[in-house]
């Protein structure tokens, strides 16, 4: 009885129609962004010719005859790993951060809010310094195991670390409580920052290195790294979608959840480390980035509603297409970090928003 009643859905399905229409536009305004974002540089490229060049590398439709070589080498290998890159990012953040909102029933959750931003951060801290700091071990920062570098391997390590220690000190039982969980997600997070800031004050020539990976960039992100994070936001991902229904219904509090018959320490479980999977694996190429897994959730949610049916996917697809415009103005801004330009355009907008939605609040206050 209690697995029948968990299975229906609390909300009424997204129409088709507006289905359609919210991921069709959000895929529309994403392809316009990628193009805009590989034709644009200190060599341009029409439109059309982006196009053309994708369409017969990638699809094998069509030719390049009348494009110059170098042209195709911009586009496929300087260019679309990069803006690839920052779609994944931007997708595997905006993800992970309706997934956290809803697991914690907190509109101001985000990607990090219990430790894999942090963990992460030492992680890559250790990589970049280790080499100076203990130059007997002959380990540099490009060493790499299966292909991932120390420094991507040690973040992505760092954050899941972190995050599996944070449910440890803070489940309960088979409970996880969100309170607890929020609380012990903060002073973990504290703990490892003070260790990023010993590191840093001992890294010497590696400080600034350091303090670019902390501030986010996607300017090395290749192939490589797109082969190995790909995959594992996109299994995350599919995990995710195929538990809509347990997002709806903790979304309602864990009493109502757990009376509609959904075990919901083991979802929280579930839920929890699936988004911090893709969380690490993208944090892990493209360093912390905030503002992106918690504005894009927070205003989709007040535009297509609270079904996570439509607002995953349309969470991932926002993300994509914010970031990749984001990191298009970082490198028009003269190539500074990406994670700046997502504070600066981030942090007011979101303010705004806040105020907004107090307004719209106030007069059904009591």
């Known amino acids: 009885m209690r697995a029948t009643v968990a299975s229906r859905p609390i909300v009424r399905g997204p129409a088709l129609g507006r289905s359609a229409l919210v991921l069709g536009g959000g895929a529309v305004v994403l392809a316009m962004a990628v193009i805009a974002a590989i034709g644009t540089g200190s060599v341009a490229i029409a439109p059309d010719d982006v196009v053309r060049v994708l369409a017969h590398r990638l699809l094998g439709i069509g030719s390049t005859t009348g494009l110059a070589a170098s042209t195709e080498t911009i586009v496929v290998d300087l260019r679309l790993p990069r803006v690839l890159g920052a779609a ?36 890559a801290t250790i990589g970049i310094a280790l080499p100076l700091l203990l130059p007997a071990l002959a380990i540099g920062a490009g060493t790499a195991w299966l292909g991932l570098g120390l420094v991507q391997a040690l973040a992505f390590a760092g954050g899941i670390g972190t995050v599996l220690l944070v449910i440890a000190i803070a489940r309960n039982g088979g409970h996880l409580p969100s309170v607890t969980l929020l609380l012990t997600g903060y002073a973990v997070s504290s703990l490892l920052a003070a260790c990023v800031a010993l590191l840093m004050i001992s890294s010497g020539r590696a400080l600034a290195a350091i303090f670019a990976w902390l501030m986010g960039s996607l300017a090395s992100v290749g192939w490589l790294d797109l082969a190995i994070a790909a995959p594992v936001v996109t299994a995350a991902f599919i995990g995710l979608y195929a538990r809509w229904r347990s997002l709806n219904l903790l979304a309602l509090g864990d009493m109502p959840s757990a009376h509609l018959g959904l075990d919901v320490g083991r979802e929280k479980l579930r839920l929890t480390l699936l988004a911090t999977l893709a969380t690490s694996a993208v944090v892990a190429i493209s360093g912390t980035i905030g503002f992106v897994g918690l504005v894009v959730p927070h205003l989709l949610r007040l535009v297509v509603g609270p079904d996570h049916r439509l607002l995953l996917p349309a969470s991932a697809v926002a993300g994509a297409a914010l970031l990749v415009l984001a990191d298009l103005g970082a490198r028009l801004a003269g190539g500074i970090p990406v994670g700046v330009v997502t504070a600066f355009v981030g942090a007011p907008f979101f303010l705004w928003l806040l105020r907004r939605t107090r307004r719209v609040a106030a007069p059904l206050a009591p």
């Open 88 to 123: 994944l990012v931007g997708a595997g953040l905006a993800s992970a951060g309706t997934v956290f909102q809803a697991v914690l029933r907190n509109p101001m959750a985000d990607p990090y809010i219990i430790g894999t931003a942090a963990g992460a951060s030492l992680g």
